[in-house]
């Protein structure tokens, strides 16, 4: 039996906002019956068309659909249409006190269907449309779900996923036949590549405070990934001026070549934040 | 909240007499029966007449019995005996809708070199016998069926597929691990070379199956590493299970006229007050003959887990083949390879029923479940399109 929270209990037994609006300024409808999920969002403006002032939706899926939908409406009312669209799945999914990772997928689609909605409503294709072969665009990865690369690409980069696996769990796809899983590696490196370019060069100067952030900011984007691509993973415990202590992790902790994984982790982060840095790997 | 369990498909509760025939060899009776002094001995002598309880249940010699912990072992040891004593053979054959434990090691197999057919079904999940005839040939190791069902509950001609295997020359295995004491067995008569069965799903507890192997047959064991089980199946006993096991095998016998009477009745009643008061419905195999104790009802525009959960508010334990409560994201394999339209293929519902089942409970089902479906249209936009053509 899955893990729901109390809060995804609840809005899937009492889900807030089930229905229609007559005069909706926007709708948004994505998934299908063939997929096992699918949503149709409604929203209403105010006179000013500025603030969203009511939402209602219809959900044909299962538990953590159903109250992921419930969710988006109580957390889009009130807001513009501009602040709508910051809602990330992951914010869904905090809402409802989070949700088992092979359901996140239902977070993800309560999202789509906003971008759907308010997309429609200004007139303007919906940046990454899944599941609507007629207006979405890419290449189509996952066949038996019908998702573009772009849209993939942006669930990636979005929730920072490194593994086809929980490409599925966010998604979908690679979730039937599974004949995308490969390409879904390379979109995976492909995210990962230009995640890395964004890392700045080494800077002139740091302040403690933005030092810490730098080392934080290479270890996320620029040498776990790498450690995931061997099953492995590495935690950050502390850090005390230049001195960075990690704890290894999965296939790392205990590796016999984990002095050289440090001493790989250390050379990155005096390439990239500061040559004083040294790197200690300490129990944690 | 007392559960109302119908999901016995799934596991059964554990009949308070086998519970009872097994409770003392844990802490007084805990010899092992290798050993060569009396108390070993007399466990051995528990050990011996729970073979031969097993093997009356099924019409087969005591001899003919391999324990194992559960149906998945008895599938894995009898697939991949066939395998080694005949190396020389490269062709498996099984069916599209088999339990995992078959399915997943056939398509292992189908990967390391293998020559693997999947059989197809109808949409009423039958078998077609003449697929059988023509890919059956001279290459073919084994052929494993399943006798029935556990989604759908279907029951396969198990007798007239063995006959066309057997003249082949081929091995024939059958995962009865739904069947066994609810369908009359008798080995005796039958063309099964190799059959598994698993204690949990008749009131015998978790951790112990059995493999039926026909004498005469070879076996190659898959555990080796001691001389139980006559070197077949090595490991010392599980000696509390085995012993429950062989009760329950014995009280499946006494019930099995109960279960193709008063449960069948229950089933059906179920079955036929759930399609006059809900629309939009279909019985998964229906027109299939099927176990007295099944039902699985595909729900148009709905989706099984969200029943589930309902249900289970309720009380009301059953299990659904939809893709959401597995985890995985495609309506079950065995629903698919019967073509169950895409309308209701995510809102499937097994109902399983024991011989510990009441009317009441039945009566129970039938008054939560309408409205639990009617609930789940009115929030699904599929589901109130439905509704208001009716309204209509």
Not at chain 1, 168 to 184: E, L, N, W
Not at chain 1, 213 to 220: N, R
Not at chain 1, 238 to 261: E, L, P
Request: glycine share 8%; proline share 3%; hydrophobic share 40%.
């Amino acid at each position: 039996m899955w893990d729901y929270t109390d809060k995804v209990k609840e809005h899937f037994l009492n889900p807030r906002n089930v229905g229609e609006i007559q005069d909706a300024d926007a709708v948004g409808e994505v998934g299908s019956l063939a997929c096992g999920d699918a949503l149709k969002l409604f929203v209403k403006l105010d006179e000013q068309k500025q603030r969203i002032v009511d939402a209602k939706f219809q959900t044909f899926g299962c538990g953590s659909a159903i109250a992921s939908s419930s969710a988006l409406t109580e957390m889009i009312k009130g807001k513009t249409l501009d602040e709508a669209l910051l809602v990330t799945n992951q914010e869904i999914a905090d809402f409802l006190g989070g949700l088992p990772e092979e359901k996140m997928h239902c977070s993800v689609m309560g999202q789509e269907a906003l971008e759907v909605a308010i997309a429609k409503y200004r007139g303007v294709a919906a940046p990454s449309q899944c599941h609507d072969h007629a207006e979405q665009e890419g290449e189509i990865v996952c066949k038996c779900f019908g998702l573009t690369d772009g849209f993939l690409k942006k669930v990636i980069a979005a929730n920072k996923l490194h593994t086809a696996e929980q490409v599925t769990h966010f998604t979908k796809a690679g979730g039937a036949c599974g004949g995308c899983i490969p390409k879904i590696k390379e979109l995976i490196d492909e995210v990962m590549g230009e995640q890395v370019k964004e890392v700045r060069k080494k800077p002139e100067k740091l302040t403690n405070l933005r030092k810490m952030q730098l080392i934080q900011e290479v270890l996320e984007k620029e040498v776990r990934p790498q450690l995931w691509a061997d099953g492995g993973d590495l935690e950050l415990v502390d850090i005390d001026g230049g001195n960075v202590q990690i704890a290894f992790r999965k296939a790392c902790a205990g590796c016999v070549s984990s002095g050289y994984t440090a001493r790989f982790v250390e050379q990155k982060l005096r390439d990239l934040v500061s040559d004083d840095i040294t790197v200690e790997e300490v129990e944690g | 909240m007392k559960e109302i369990y119908f999901d016995n498909n799934a596991t059964t509760k554990v009949d308070e007499a086998v519970f009872e025939e097994m409770r003392p060899y844990f802490c007084e009776l805990y010899g092992n029966p290798s050993s060569m002094h009396f108390f070993g001995g007399q466990v051995q002598k528990k050990v011996d007449e729970a073979r031969k309880r097993v093997a009356t249940l099924l019409g087969a010699s005591p001899e003919e019995i391999i324990f194992t912990a559960c149906g998945t072992e008895s599938d894995n040891a009898a697939i991949r005996s066939a395998l080694e004593a005949f190396p020389e053979k490269r062709h498996i054959i099984t069916t599209r809708v088999e339990h995992p434990a078959v399915l997943t090691l056939c398509r292992n197999l189908g990967k390391r070199g293998y020559r693997v057919t999947e059989l197809n079904v109808d949409g009423e999940g039958r078998l077609d016998l003449d697929e059988l005839k023509s890919t059956v040939d001279d290459d073919t190791v084994i052929v494993s069926i399943m006798y029935a069902n556990n989604e759908t509950g279907v029951v396969f001609p198990i007798e007239e597929a063995g006959a066309i295997v057997k003249e082949k020359g081929a091995l024939f295995h059958t995962d009865a691990v739904q069947a066994v004491g609810k369908i009359p067995l008798d080995m005796a008569t039958s063309t099964i070379d190799m059959l598994s069965l698993s204690g949990h799903k008749l009131h015998a507890p978790k951790g112990i199956g059995a493999l039926y192997l026909r004498k005469g047959v070879p076996f190659r064991p898959f555990m080796v590493g001691g001389h139980q089980e006559k070197s077949r199946r090595a490991g010392t006993e599980a000696t509390a299970a085995i012993i429950a096991l062989g009760k329950a095998c014995e009280l499946a016998a006494l019930h099995m006229d109960d279960e193709n009477t008063r449960v069948k009745v229950m089933r059906d009643r179920l079955e036929k007050a759930l399609m006059e008061l809900i629309p939009n419905r279909r019985i998964n195999g229906g027109a299939a003959e099927r176990l007295p104790n099944t039902t699985s009802i595909a729900f148009e525009f709905v989706e099984g887990e969200a029943i589930l959960l309902l249900l289970s508010e309720k009380g009301i334990c059953a299990s659904s083949g939809s893709a959401c409560t597995s985890g995985s994201l495609e309506p079950s394999h065995v629903l698919r390879a019967m073509g169950v339209p895409f309308t209701c293929a995510h809102g499937s519902i097994r109902f399983s029923l024991s011989r510990f089942n009441t009317d009441a409970e039945v009566d129970t089902i039938i008054r939560e479940l309408p409205p639990i479906i009617r609930r789940l249209r009115e929030i699904s936009p599929f589901g109130r399109e439905m509704l208001a053509q009716a309204a209509q």
